[in-house]
């Protein structure tokens, strides 16, 4: 449902142009500008007759003697581009950090803030616990950590392969994948990583499973959930198996894109301004973080379960 909000009309009886929607798309709350349902209505089919099973956004407009239902939206493959696939990353989102009192409530959205915003969003959950004092974790060292978590994640949806054949073909002009070799990866993004590293938040911190863990575990649970999709290609294990892909064969076709994500999440500690690893400096310690974040990430393996 979108509920169309009009703004206060003007003298001369015209509505400001200024009009927005709310609107839940697959259960999140966006706002959308006038402008963005315009060009989404135009990028769309119209049918106002017809309820389509999906891709469908209904409206009403309050305070009106009619109660319409505004057109359903269809999407065909003719008249939707790129960017289509990418409008919801283009509204108006959040600049300010969340207090911690935000962060810890299940009411918290990920999706309402600008992606850098999430960075600290990461480190407040870690500080929330004084992770970074017990350690002495150099906080500019963490969040250059974060912003290359960030960076690796394929949050523009575009994902290029070079590795299964025709679908990592690139158009020479824009170095961009070509519009029919491209390979969408829409959830296992930054948006992702971030909402999942705050369940876990919440379920150590209101769910009381905190009370069992040693500092270093929560630790190790809160950057493992972060980095548990680390440069995710969108697909799944079975694919690349069957698909014989490089990924598959390097890593002996078990657990793939968990044990990719986790070497690759490893790896950026060997750049000296993203290591926070050599804050636990004995071997030991530094041994037990390393194994403790590999298992939680390979536990999300769903052929584990």
Not at 189 to 200: E, F, I, L, Q, R
């Amino acid at each position: 449902m979108a509920n169309i909000v009009p703004k206060p009309r003007t003298n001369n009886g015209e509505a400001d142009s200024d009009e927005h929607v709310n609107v839940v798309w697959e259960g999140v709350d966006c706002v959308l500008s006038k402008d963005k349902i315009d060009s989404l209505s135009a990028a769309w089919d119209i049918d106002p007759h017809h309820n389509h099973n999906k891709d469908v956004i209904s409206a009403s407009v309050p305070g009106s003697n009619n109660s319409s239902r505004c057109s359903s939206l269809k999407r065909t493959s003719l008249s939707v581009g790129f960017d289509d696939y990418n409008w919801m990353r283009k509204l108006v989102l959040r600049k300010d950090v969340p207090t911690i009192d935000e962060i810890r409530d299940w009411s918290f959205d990920a999706l309402v803030f600008e992606d850098v915003v999430l960075i600290e969003v990461f480190v407040r959950m870690l500080e929330y616990y004084n992770l970074l004092e017990e350690f002495q974790i150099d906080a500019q060292v963490l969040e250059r950590y974060a912003s290359a978590v960030m960076n690796m994640h394929n949050r523009d949806c575009y994902y290029q392969r070079t590795d299964i054949g025709d679908e990592g073909k690139v158009d020479n002009e824009t170095g961009k994948p070509s519009e029919e070799h491209i390979v969408l990866c829409e959830y296992h993004n930054w948006y992702h990583a971030v909402s999942c590293a705050h369940a876990t938040f919440l379920f150590l911190t209101l769910g009381g499973a905190d009370q069992f863990l040693e500092p270093k575990d929560i630790f190790c649970i809160i950057m493992g959930a972060l980095i548990h999709d680390l440069d995710h290609p969108g697909t799944n294990n079975d694919f690349e198996v069957k698909r014989e892909t490089e990924l598959a064969q390097r890593y002996d076709n078990d657990a793939v894109l968990e044990r990719h994500s986790i070497s690759e999440g490893l790896k950026l500690c060997q750049n000296p301004e993203l290591d926070w690893l050599k804050s636990f400096e004995k071997v030991e310690d530094r041994d037990y973080v390393e194994h403790f974040i590999t298992e939680s990430i390979l536990a999300t393996d769903p052929a584990k379960h």
